[in-house]
């Protein structure tokens, strides 16, 4: 008998235990640097070095921390369920967690491509980029991340991932970004949703979504109970 399709969606406030600054929060990134600064395509093309940089200190910052409780619940599950992750984090602690199928909605951190051949994508784990780093065809490197601005190239991979759940998750993200939020409305009707956040969520669409009001960790210890115990 196969598994259930435990569909899991998750944002910011599922790393922010690790430790990973948001952006949106207060006290976020967005209040240290200006997105125009350092997450568009005009922004790279008129600052390389900054956006670089900034980039690097990410990766840095993503070396000194683990995976929370909520990571590692989420892992545990893959016994019981298919699990698959949708992640609009760029984070790799999913992954350092244990679990196997995540899609990164909006690139990842320990990976850069060619400026020039986007299809060139190297592992660079937590190590810096500088300027003149060039791929294997000698264009720029810059990070795996879809900035503002770019289109968003896994969310049709994702639309029937979320079709075919049979549980469907939201945990710590605001469904405010864009295209991202719009893959809550393909979960189908009979299937039990849950969203786990311990800020109000403004639930768009009219959806049924049964709230747990808590942090990463505590969220998914819950969760788990309530779908073991059934």
Not at 61 to 84: C, F, M, R, T
Not at 90 to 105: F, M, P, Q, T, Y
Not at 109 to 129: E, F, N, Q, R
Request: net charge negative; charged share 25%.
């Amino acid at each position: 008998m196969s598994k259930k399709k435990l569909v899991v969606l998750s944002g910011a406030g599922m790393s922010a235990e690790s430790g990973i600054s948001t952006f949106r929060d207060s006290g976020g990134l967005w209040e240290k640097y200006k997105i125009e600064e350092v997450a568009t395509p005009e922004a790279f093309a008129a600052n390389p070095e900054l956006v670089l940089e900034f980039y690097n200190q990410r990766r840095a910052q993503l070396a000194e921390v683990e995976p929370n409780l909520g990571h590692k619940i989420l892992a545990e599950l893959q016994s019981e369920y298919d699990v698959q992750i949708i992640t609009q984090n760029v984070d790799n602690l999913h992954e350092r967690a244990g679990s196997k199928n995540i899609l990164h909605l909006h690139g990842e951190l320990t990976k850069v491509h060619s400026t020039k051949y986007p299809d060139l994508i190297y592992d660079v784990g937590t190590k810096a980029v500088k300027l003149g780093d060039n791929c294997a065809k000698g264009a720029q490197l810059r990070p795996h991340i879809v900035w503002f601005g770019e289109a968003v190239p896994a969310i049709d991979e994702s639309v029937p991932i979320v079709n075919a759940a049979d549980v469907f998750v939201v945990i710590g993200t605001s469904l405010n970004v864009y295209p991202a939020a719009g893959l809550v409305m393909y979960a189908r009707n009979d299937v039990p949703k849950y969203i786990i956040d311990p800020n109000d969520v403004e639930i768009p669409y009219g959806l049924n979504f049964n709230v747990i009001k808590k942090l990463a960790g505590e969220g998914m210890e819950e969760l788990k109970k309530r779908l073991l115990d059934k």
